[in-house]
């Protein structure tokens, strides 16, 4: 996560020899899935079927080369043939298809260097409006249920807290810029950096374009805006007095947009939020829970009536958080989706509670990391017809259709003119019994081309973040490159995961690092045992969550050859004290003072076993990390060098939590790691 003293530049530059030495390919070897691939990739997402379930609009993503970003460009489908066709592509980033009621225009957002802006494309003309000039860029836009008007979010700058007012500078002096004042507990956030002063509130704009009208006001910040028939809004926000310090709390609010009287549908302690008005407009269906001040619970299903009178769980059996919220078209049923044990899908749900499967196989979004992540929309047809992005482990992401409970149908090939004609990765999976009390973990080998379990290849164990997230065997670009390097490269979801139910996620409440330490082991153990890999050739990295567990582990055991951690928590007092997420982390994680309690916090920090560490360990971060901080690797990396333990510190300049997000970030961080354990492989 964070550098110092001798020198960020030269660790990086000479660890970028490292990696090149480590993964170079050999002449005409023109199979290996090697580092500038990563810029050949493409996938689809955020598929939007029209109302007739005749046609899909959705973002085929590819990497920009020269501006190392990702870009997005909207194409359409035929549903019925299959004609793939460009619908908005050249011009700025597009993104956040949204189609008319009437399925005869669509929204959609751009991001240039003009700024943001909101179109709508009118698609029997081909005409595209912006509808306004927006001072920052609107989000969540959503159609009213007449398609007359367009409600969205968007940030409004305030004025910032000043105790002096400083002179002014005669003309052409060099003065130092202004000091900052900030009088918020939350005065950065990560991939924002120091955040403006000033809260994001809902707006409405004629959907053929003219003055933004704002429809919520105050210091409290509203979004997720959502229609009631046309007149009203449903909107989430936390305008309590306490919000800086109880930053989960968020309720369902009512907006007449006559009055613009705002009233308060939900008060639980807890979020709620979410909302979705069933098509009749009399019941709203959110998402939520009980606080129950831990770590992590599962977000439930809920129903009320119209006034926020009647308020009832869903589904209370079904043990599976839910998100993406649609209705079906007759109202008498939902559609979300849900994790389940590495997979997600679209699950249908009465409202007698009934859930059952409508589409398994989502996801493929996240490159990086095999992350679960996928989108889908629903027709409003009488028998409803389901997009969704199709997750596999060759590809990522592709668009597909079916219908609620039958199989899917892959409309889309973006990848097939480059990944057919490579060696990919086959995944395996497995399931191995933790050690620690017989707990069934599941995990995921990615096997070398022309792999042979004969016991000689080295190993790389992933660890993800989160903690609360999960794997799954979908395409991952960074254990492709480690499985092209000849790395057998597993992945597991150990407890704390998510998409095992509650009980299995919360085993880690209040002992993280603890027995998920065991589940990882356990399965190293097993491949061990079966031969996959070299017992002397055995590697560890991981990110965020999967960082601490990196070094937490070299903290424990030296049975590793080299480790990587990457953007880890190393000491949760000052995560606690410093970090974008610090009210939750004292309040819901550790949920102790760290004045009062210092054990609570320091006994899981790996800090405490430095003095155990000898395996050579590099710490990684982004230079705008303030999920976790560049001084939480910088301390492991300064404890280690006066431990007198093997290590180098890569810092990523511009980069925040998210360090693999411009393609150049994702090749530096893999093949970095690999020159790493290159130089400490003893098969190499």
């Not at 022309?450 to 989160?466: N, Q, R, V």
């Not at 070299?554 to 990457?566: L, N, Q």
């Not at 210092?598 to 405490?608: G, K, Q």
Request: hydrophobic share 40%; net charge negative; charged share 25%.
């Amino acid at each position: 996560m964070p550098s110092f003293r001798f020198t960020a530049n030269l660790i990086a530059l000479s660890l970028a020899a490292a990696a090149v030495v480590a993964t170079a390919a050999e002449p005409g070897d023109t199979r290996r899935f090697t580092a500038e691939r990563v810029f050949d990739l493409e996938y689809g997402d955020d598929p939007q079927i029209s109302p007739n379930g005749e046609t899909i609009v959705y973002v085929r993503q590819s990497m920009d080369r020269l501006a190392d970003r990702v870009r997005g460009d909207l194409w359409r489908i035929d549903v019925a043939s299959g004609a793939h066709r460009p619908l908005v592509t050249g011009g700025a980033s597009a993104g956040g298809p949204r189609w008319s009621p009437d399925g005869q225009r669509l929204l959609y957002t751009t991001s240039g260097k003009g700024g943001p802006e909101l179109h709508v494309l009118y698609l029997d003309t081909g005409d595209s409006v912006s509808l306004a000039q927006f001072a920052s860029g609107p989000r969540q836009a959503t159609w009213s249920p007449d398609g007359q008007t367009i409600a969205f979010a968007m940030f409004i700058k305030g004025e910032a807290p000043r105790f002096a007012t400083p002179p002014s500078a005669p003309e052409g002096a060099e003065w130092s810029e202004p000091v900052r004042v900030f009088d918020d507990i939350t005065f950065r956030f990560d991939g924002q950096g120091y955040l403006q002063e000033g809260a994001t509130h809902v707006f409405t704009i004629p959907a053929d374009g003219g003055t933004p009208r704002q429809v919520t006001r105050g210091d409290a910040d509203f979004g997720q805006p959502a229609w009631l028939g046309n007149g009203t809004l449903l909107v989430v926000g936390n305008p309590n007095d306490d919000r800086d310090v109880d930053p989960i709390e968020d309720d369902i609010f009512a907006v007449d947009l006559g009055s613009l009287e705002l009233t308060r549908l939900t008060d639980r302690d807890g979020p709620d939020r979410s909302p979705l008005a069933s098509p009749d407009g009399e019941t709203i269906a959110y998402l939520g829970y009980d606080d129950e001040l831990k770590s992590w619970q599962q977000t439930e299903l809920y129903l009320m009536d119209a006034d926020g009178g009647n308020p009832r769980r869903l589904a209370a059996d079904f043990d599976r958080e839910f998100s993406n919220l649609a209705w079906r078209s007759d109202g008498r049923a939902l559609y979300a989706l849900v994790e389940d044990a590495g997979d997600m899908r679209v699950v249908e749900v009465g409202l007698d509670g009934d859930v059952s499967t409508a589409v398994s196989g989502v996801g493929g979004t996240a490159i990086g990391r095999p992350y679960a992540g996928g989108a889908y929309s629903v027709s409003s047809a009488r028998r409803p017809v389901i997009a969704y992005t199709m997750a596999s482990p060759e590809r990522p992401a592709e668009i597909a259709v079916a219908n609620a409970g039958g199989d899917g149908r892959r409309l889309t090939r973006l990848n097939d003119d480059l990944l057919a004609h490579l060696d990919i990765a086959r995944i395996e999976e497995i399931h191995v019994p933790s050690s620690h009390d017989g707990l069934e973990i599941e995990a995921w080998v990615a096997l070398p081309p022309g792999f042979e379990k004969d016991g000689s290849h080295p190993m790389i164990l992933e660890i993800h973040g989160g903690p609360f997230a999960m794997y799954g065997p979908t395409f991952s670009a960074e254990i492709q490159r480690y499985a092209a390097e000849g790395y057998v490269t597993v992945y597991t979801n150990p407890r704390g995961s998510s998409g095992y139910g509650e009980a299995f996620a919360q085993e880690i409440d209040l002992a993280y690092p603890g027995n998920d330490y065991d589940d990882l082991m356990s399965v190293v153990d097993h491949l061990v045992a079966e031969g996959y890999v070299d017992e002397e050739r055995l590697f560890v990295t991981g990110g965020s969550g999967g960082g601490i567990l990196t070094a937490w582990i070299v903290g424990k055991t030296d049975r590793f050859a080299a480790a990587a951690s990457i953007k880890p928590v190393i000491n949760w007092m000052t995560m606690a004290l410093s970090a974008d997420i610090a009210a939750f982390v004292k309040r819901h994680w550790i949920r102790a003072e760290p004045w009062e309690d210092p054990a609570a916090f320091l006994d899981r920090s790996p800090i405490m076993l430095v003095g155990n560490v000898t395996t050579p360990t590099l710490v990684m971060v982004g230079e705008e990390d303030w999920r976790t901080p560049t001084w939480e690797a910088e301390q492991f990396y300064t404890a280690l060098k006066l431990r007198g333990v093997e290590t180098a510190l890569v810092r990523v300049p511009g980069a925040s939590h998210y360090i693999a997000g411009r393609p150049s970030r994702l090749i530096a961080k893999t093949d970095n790691i690999m020159g790493w354990f290159g130089k400490f492989d003893s098969g190499r």
